[in-house]
């Protein structure tokens, strides 16, 4: 069966510091890998998006960046953290056609 | 204009009653259309894919509006459980795409 890992589920980190979260997808090969954002009481808004490994989209300017170093290892990443980019991290996978998308636990991040 | 738009809420709905909310999107090249749950602090669960000619899934019926650009979702005999985030989700391009609406909140009352 199909599986989607997202850790850590909590992360408090202070302003300047480095980040890495990390998404791995079982159970299904070559799917679409997305990475959003929440912030509360918001909407989802999408940061990053591969179809296949090495192949990125971006979908609004920001401080992070996310790369897919394997078919289903998604990383999001980050030099220096910004008060902003506090929020509820959630990563996703789906197929490569007209399929849903699941989601992994989420990562809440609280810059502080 | 955003690409999903819903109405927020809250929908105060008493316990047993039907509610019904909607969703428009801005691309008609939309390709396919779901309806996610979102529990408070907590990542979004499917709930159901939307069909063209509308599908049912016990209390809950999802309809396609392909000509004025909307889906709908329709909750039966409403349950304190049923207590959630409603987001509306459409697939586009090739590729998949997913553009998320901002979510309906529902809260069913006793």
């Known amino acids: 069966s199909q599986t989607i890992h997202q850790w850590p589920a909590t992360l408090v980190q202070p302003v300047g510091s480095p980040l890495s979260l990390e998404c791995t997808v079982e159970g299904t090969s070559n799917p679409n890998l997305y990475w959003y954002r929440q912030a509360a009481g918001r909407g989802l808004q999408l940061l990053f998006y591969?179809?296949?490994?090495?192949?990125i989209s971006s979908e609004v300017p920001q401080n992070l960046s996310a790369s897919r170093p394997q078919d289903r290892q998604f990383i999001l990443s980050s030099k220096k953290l910004l008060l902003s980019d506090s929020g509820f991290y959630l990563c996703a996978y789906s197929g490569q056609t007209n399929t849903e998308a699941f989601f992994g636990q989420g990562t809440r991040l609280t810059v502080v | 204009r955003k690409e999903v738009e819903q109405d927020p809420g809250p929908f105060n709905v008493p316990e047993g009653a039907t509610v019904a909310f909607n969703c428009t999107y801005s691309n008609s090249a939309s390709q396919s259309f779901f309806w996610y749950r979102q529990d408070c602090r907590k990542e979004p669960k499917l709930l159901m894919s939307?069909?063209?000619s509308g599908n049912e899934d016990g209390r809950f019926t999802a309809q396609l509006n392909r000509a004025s650009q909307y889906i709908s979702l329709l909750i039966r005999d409403s349950k304190l459980s049923d207590s959630a985030t409603y987001l509306c989700v459409v697939k586009v391009g090739s590729w998949g795409k997913l553009q998320f609406g901002a979510g309906t909140q529902v809260v069913v009352t006793p």
């Open positions: 939307v069909y063209s």
């Open positions: 591969s179809v296949g490994i090495g192949q």
